[in-house]
């Protein structure tokens, strides 16, 4: 069964830092790209990027809002991708995902983890 | 990149049909059948129910339907079961890359 878990969640000042977790399993991690979605209550869905796999030499892209302040990054040897999120303000407050394309060449997403939550809040 | 807009509402009796629009513009939906519908119950992970406008995944039942004219999507929940009732969005390769998602529609099964 193709698992992914999120951790790393938690309570984070404004212009605070934290460190997301993606654990895979049930699937070629190695060979997939890794997407990380956020969801807000008051702005529904958000993708905020995405990390390739080797055979595209690990290229990162992301949403405008995060450049710059957000940073993925994967171990193929532990199957897990990262998300590095610095200078952290109120608006990063959400629940946040990370999935895999359906197959190789979709660019629909499945499956999706829990979620784990960030609170940026003084 | 602007969310796309789908309704914010949409119901139907057990055993009828409930359309779903997602508008979106020529940078997105209009250049790409990229689009995908995911159903999301209360506390749980988005699932994929549509990929590449009309496609379904293995084990989404044939109730559920894409289609896509011009800059407008559109999911079709035919045969309304109980389960079906929960938020709906779309979601759009948009270049670069990006992907954009819908606002979101709440299905009240009545």
């Known amino acids: 069964e193709v698992q992914l878990v999120e951790s790393g969640g938690g309570l984070v000042q404004p212009g605070g830092s934290l460190k997301l977790s993606c654990a895979a399993s049930?699937?070629?991690?190695?060979?997939?790209?890794i997407h990380w979605v956020r969801q807000t209550s008051g702005r529904g869905l958000e993708w905020v990027g995405r990390i390739r796999n080797k055979d595209n030499s690990y290229a990162t892209a992301y949403t405008a809002s995060v450049k710059g302040r957000f940073t993925i990054s994967r171990d193929d040897s532990e199957n897990t991708s990262y998300l590095q999120m610095n200078s952290l303000k109120t608006e990063d407050t959400a629940v946040y995902y990370c999935?895999?394309?359906?197959?190789?060449?979709?660019?629909?997403?499945?499956?999706w983890g829990q979620g784990t939550l960030v609170t940026v809040s003084s | 990149q602007s969310a796309l807009t789908q309704p914010p509402s949409a119901s139907g009796s057990p055993g009828q049909s409930v359309t779903i629009s997602c508008t979106g513009s020529?940078?997105?939906?209009?250049?790409?059948?990229?689009v995908s519908w995911y159903q999301q119950h209360p506390g749980k992970a988005p699932k994929l129910m549509i990929y590449d406008v009309s496609k379904r995944p293995s084990g989404v039942p044939d109730r559920f339907s894409g289609s896509k004219s011009g800059n407008t999507a559109s999911l079709t929940v035919s045969g309304l079961q109980a389960e079906d009732e929960a938020d709906y969005y779309c979601s759009s390769y948009a270049g670069s890359p990006i992907f954009v998602f819908g606002t979101g529609t709440k299905v009240t099964v009545l």
């Open positions: 020529s940078s997105d939906v209009g250049s790409y059948n990229y």
């Open positions: 049930g699937f070629t991690f190695s060979g997939s790209s």
């Open positions: 999935t895999r394309p359906l197959n190789t060449g979709t660019l629909a997403f499945d499956p």
